[in-house]
């Protein structure tokens, strides 16, 4: 209990709710130590409030909650009058306590404090004032929690290149314009609303806070982490400080988009309304492009101008959503090559199978025709059916595969990083959808089938993939089996020079099928670009440098396809590997127009 003639409850509470609401105390607890009996100065009080009780020769022990009970007495003394306690000492308790102070901000604070008690009509009580909480407070201090901010990180290219910084003024800019916008993103002020959510975190209205792209994704590297300091402000003594931790300032994070691989991704796609392309090294995962149109200015969202003045209208979500990692498609006949490796995987076909690409074929009650119904004469080999497309073969050779083993082509797909996230850090991606017994059972579709296997071949049904996995998954392919985590941020630095963090590439999976299969895979895919009747053969002619790819031209429903074409090049020791997906192309397909954009981007590439 409190002597509250002094100081009334309600500033004891709010003194208290303050201090825990500053440092944002989690756990506090107190120890007593040994009470001794003191003789204290009286407080002012009310003529008629009445004459503690005897007070005893021993001395009691208050709890370690700091609320004593009374305690049996023997041989008391006689109870000063009421006007001894007005004129002289009182006769009271100092009892010496640890209070231990577990807080978010300012870590461990181990507080050593007394407590004075006097007799009150039912027990002992203490008496409080704030210097009891923290002796600089005096009797009417107040407690002020001060912030500071660092400035907000750069995000810097791996070779130099600012993609976001902060002027003088507190204005975040982006050098680069719309080159890279989705990825990079955009910063916006912290509303009421955002406060919800974000106070907990630091932020105070009107503050930066990354809503997009890395400026979101990487936003605790870029902000920093703010510092704080706990004044005590006195009447009598001023200000000091209480506890403090040091503001830690925004990193600078370094990332692996090359400029000029994310200038030739974008221009090309500028004709259409709707694409993307992923462009990423093969023999590490770094991410060198992620283009995605309508394109994005950043600048639009912080300055409402170019860098140069032209005035831009803010961004709508089209522009902002970047289908490289976010959207997901069927993949048509971009899908070949995984049921090929399927194929060589179980064993029901090796390089020297010949088979049959006729325009039709049935399964059950269905008839499967290929593209325009074309048709290639007698017996083939797999390179010749891949590079003509035929969906005629490849379903089919799915069938077999699934008799051999049910599960083997979407077992396959999950070890190619489909169906879940590729891993990549600081960036929200779409997961796509392997459409297997689980995903089937989990979507009220029953089980998987040979239905299912025979749609998935050419990739129809259910499967969706990302522009990101099937560049990444195309890599796999043409390294020799190797599943990259695909990796956008290097390293978060300091100012100061100091690394916070800092990644390296990293294998997400070896892929269970032999590099011989899959050097047989990519004899095909090169077929695709090189023999006369393949889908990529007109759109790679002259090209100097080996390419293996596969043309994708996906079902809508209407009569406006999806047009992919992903590939990797050289063909037999890439250094590339990319995937440009023209969603909904009118009268379009993968090799005659998603393959002519794959071709200058890698010309790009190789002219670096």
């Known amino acids: 209990p409190i002597l509250h003639e002094q100081y009334p409850r309600e500033r004891f509470i709010e003194l208290h709710a303050a201090f825990a609401d500053m440092a944002r105390v989690e756990e506090l607890r107190a120890t007593s130590g040994e009470p001794r009996t003191v003789a204290l100065l009286p407080e002012a009080r009310p003529a008629d409030f009445p004459a503690p009780p005897p007070t005893p020769r021993s001395s009691a022990d208050p709890s370690a909650s700091a609320a004593a009970s009374a305690v049996s007495t023997s041989e008391p003394t006689p109870a000063p009058s009421s006007d001894a306690i007005l004129a002289g000492p009182v006769p009271g308790m100092a009892v010496p306590i640890q209070i231990s102070v577990v807080s978010e901000r300012f870590g461990d604070l181990n507080l050593e404090r007394v407590l004075t008690m006097v007799r009150g009509r039912d027990g002992w009580l203490i008496r409080w004032s704030p210097s009891v909480m923290f002796p600089e407070l005096g009797d009417e201090g107040t407690l002020r929690l001060d912030r500071s901010l660092g400035p907000r990180g750069r995000i810097v290219g791996s070779d130099g290149t600012i993609w976001a910084e902060t002027r003088d003024d507190g204005v975040r800019i982006y050098p680069q314009e719309a080159t890279g916008g989705q990825v990079i993103g955009y910063v916006g002020v912290v509303t009421a609303e955002d406060l919800d959510t974000l106070a907990v975190g630091g932020y105070r209205a009107e503050d930066l806070v990354g809503r997009s792209g890395l400026e979101y994704g990487a936003e605790a590297l870029l902000r920093g982490s703010p510092g704080w300091t706990l004044v005590a402000v006195s009447p009598d003594a001023g200000e000091s400080v209480l506890a403090e931790t040091e503001m830690v300032p925004g990193a600078d994070v370094s990332i692996t988009l090359r400029p000029e691989i994310q200038v030739a991704a974008q221009e090309v ?17 770094d991410v060198w492009a992620l283009a995605s149109q309508p394109t994005f200015n950043p600048n639009s969202m912080t300055l409402g101008t170019t860098l140069a003045g032209k005035a831009l209208a803010p ?50 009650e269905f008839t499967f025709r290929n593209y325009l119904e074309h048709t290639l004469p007698g017996r083939v080999s797999l390179a010749e059916a891949m590079a003509f497309s035929c969906n005629t073969t490849y379903m089919p050779l799915s069938l077999s595969v699934y008799e051999e083993n049910e599960t083997a082509l979407t077992e396959l797909l999950h070890e190619f990083g489909f169906g879940a996230p590729t891993g990549i850090t600081y960036l929200i991606e779409e997961t796509g959808i392997v459409p297997d017994d689980a995903w089937l059972a989990a979507n009220g579709r029953g089980g998987y089938s040979g239905f299912e296997q025979v749609q998935l071949s050419i990739g129809q049904g259910a499967f969706l993939g990302t522009p990101l996995q099937l560049a990444n998954a195309y890599a796999a392919i043409g390294n020799g089996g190797t599943l990259w985590t695909p990796r956008i941020l290097v390293a978060a630095t300091l100012p100061d020079e100091t690394v916070v963090e800092e990644t390296e590439p990293t294998i997400a999976q070896e892929i269970s099928v032999s590099p011989e299969d899959l050097a047989y895979v990519t004899d095909t895919l090169e077929a695709v670009t090189t023999l006369p009747f393949g889908t990529g053969t007109a759109a790679f002619a002259g090209f100097e440098i080996p390419v293996a790819g596969k043309s994708g031209t996906a079902e809508t429903g209407t009569p406006d396809p999806h047009a992919w074409f992903p590939a990797y090049a050289p063909a037999d020791a890439p250094t590339i590997s990319i995937a440009t997906i023209l969603p909904n192309v009118a009268l379009g397909t993968g090799g005659t127009d998603a393959a002519p954009l794959v071709r200058q981007v890698m010309a790009a590439h190789f002219a670096d």
């Open 315 to 364: 961004a709508g979500a089209g522009q902002i959503f970047n289908k490289a990692v976010l959207a997901a498609y069927p993949a048509g006949s971009s899908f070949k090559p995984f049921t090929l490796v399927a194929a060589l995987k179980t064993g029901v076909a090796t390089p020297t199978t010949r088979v049959t690409c006729p325009p039709t074929w049935e399964y059950g």
């Open 269 to 285: 796609l500028e004709p259409y309304a709707v694409a993307a392309t992923a462009v990423i090294d093969p023999n590490s995962g």
